[in-house]
């Protein structure tokens, strides 16, 4: 609450200095041999970003759509179920980085009863999804095939860094192979659903959005002004 004065010595200025953006920065920062090419490239990859965040964003829409179309009683042992794995997987996340759940709560300002508040919320959504989707599938006979399956465990051992043989087994063990399965079908049922939706505006098709600024900003070493990038989905 006082005021004070005090002298600061500065001993060295410095600044960034960053290399020009030519066909030699392109060959140093990337695979490419032009600056053309590399410009080419952060378009393409820029433009894909933007069709996957859209794709989100309207499956998201379709699924809550979805969700608020069912009117239905939830059991409450099937919502404690669903509350507890969402708990169960709280406490893993907190021991992985060496904390228990209440200490990890409390360090992002949540308490207890809020967490399990939260997480209820959440449960109740996922299920009404998960029955919703169900139904879906069941009335347009959705099934999966062993290709799909085994697509999806390559997937998993691929993500996991384990052979899809050793995946597979374990799957098999645990009984995870019905859980996948009926995994496959909800999104093959969602994929249904986000067909059939009427998507306001359209959906963009590739090529449809120029891409912004960014790709010559991010190929000349700069970061791209807050106004210009996306917005968070």
Known sequence: GQEVSFTVLVKEVKAKRLPDADDEFAKTAS??????ELREDLQEKLRG????????EIREAALQALVDAVDVELPDRLVDTEVDHRVRHAEERARAVGVGLAQLLEAQGWDEL?????ARAHAIRA?????????????EGLT???????????????AVGRPPREVAKSLE????????AGD???TKALDLVVDHAEVPGGRPSKG????????????????????????DA
């Open 31 to 36: 695979e490419f041999d032009t600056l053309v």
């Open 127 to 139: 299920v009404k999804a998960d029955l919703a989707l169900e139904a879906v599938a069941r009335a």
């Open 144 to 158: 999966v095939t062993p290709e799909e399956l085994s697509n999806e465990v390559a997937r998993l051992a691929q």
């Open 208 to 231: 449809d959005e120029e891409p912004s600024g960014d790709a010559d900003e991010a190929a000349e070493g700069r970061s791209p002004r807050p106004d210009q990038g996306a917005d």
């Open 49 to 56: 970003a933007k069709e996957r965040e859209r794709d989100g």
């Open 114 to 118: 809020r967490f399990r508040s939260d």
């Open 173 to 180: 063990r645990s009984g995870g192979v019905t859980s996948l």
């Open 184 to 186: 496959i079908i909800r």
